[in-house]
């Protein structure tokens, strides 16, 4: 087992060190934040994921896992340090904001003991593993070895993601070689993962190219939503269809919406920006395409609201769901925020409600009304907007809800609520890109 740092303790970094702990090796997480390290430290998550928080708990009730906001505590007592620090979008241009990462690499190189081995988990533009490598061989100890081993975790799946993942990536120098990192994966690679070492580049590539690629089938897709709305075609039947072919594949498919939350979009305009710094402006122009046709699709939906609705001042319009996806309580570049947002603008009474993000959306938008009970937040609603696929919702009677609003329509962003259910009920339910009824 192996004594390991994990310097910032946001999305990744908290699941990371939580999940290293549950394998039984020795963690100190580190961040400056120190209100989030008091409250890790006593055993509570200041987000959602599940399965999380009982992982953090047992790591701090068996020792391996403990938090501190002195970075010289992380790094003299571990071995092995994973940088798990943010990389946000710089608003103007669009590329990734590399302040953390810089700090971090600084921080830690006078820091680190001759021989030790940095992991780098955060997503970031391609060069940036080369820079920490130099740095390091020129501020710190001899032999620092660098390896790039980007993080696929998906937020509502952390857990799992990062004890199970899909594939191993580790990019290495040909001062670095990856069997450290190896040796702390084990227990995974044991069961069959494939491990794909690679040199930093690539390695850094392969993790925006995979975001960049969900990206594009999710707005593929919704041009396709677009398209069927004209012509009167269902695009989940097409989806399903053509996701029979193994070499398409079904999954991230589903129209509606669009994508949010703190990886897709940023990633793809980080990769847009690195490629145009580096002469390859035409090859990676679709990308501002797929982010095109995703924002689009919260105007798009705004318009469904005008089109029900006629003037949307002063109707009651409640929504369900504004974490950015289910078993998430993340809203950040939720598209249901945005659309909230831009109801309020034209002069509606939005009323929400969300299982888990209630907490976080009353700290950022104390502006958006919200309700804990469903029933509560359709009270009178002139129009219901389903933006967020939790389970409980797609588990709804309608015919509970019937006496409760004024009109029975509801305009379903995700596709996915059960058209017999809910027109059985007398309700008419409205998609995107499938016929309504
Ligand atoms: C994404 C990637 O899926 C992870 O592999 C990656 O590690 C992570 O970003 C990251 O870079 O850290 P995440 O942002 O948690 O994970 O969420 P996704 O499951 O990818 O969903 C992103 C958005 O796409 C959500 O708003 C979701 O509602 C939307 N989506 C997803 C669709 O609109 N349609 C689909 O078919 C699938």
Redesign the pocket.
Known sequence: MTRLSVIGTGY?GATHAACMASLGHDVVAFDLDSEKIAKFSSGNLPFFEPGLSDLLKAGIKSGKLRFTNELADAISNSEVHFICVGTPQVSESGAADLSQIHSAVKAMAPLLSEGSTVVGKS?VPVGTASWANQYFSEHAAQNIKLIWNP??????FAVKDTLHPDRIVLGVSNTSDSSVVEDIYSSTIQIGTPVIVTDYATAELV?VA??AF?AT??SF?NAFADLCDVVGADVTTLADAIGHDTRIGR????A?????????PK?IRALQARANELGMKDQFEFLNQIDHINTGRRSYLVQQVAIELGDVKSKNVAILGVA??PD?DDIRDS?AISIAKRLIEQGANITVHDPEALQILSKIHPEIKSSDKVEDALANADLVLHLTEWQQYREIEPTKLSKLVKTRTIIDGRNILDRDTWNSAGWKIIYLGRPSS
């Open positions: 990744l997503t993080e696929f975790l998906r937020e509502g993790k995979a975001n969900l089938k999710i897709i999954r991230f498919l589903n509606g919406i669009g994508f949010g939350g703190g990886c897709l990633d950015f996806k998430s598209p």
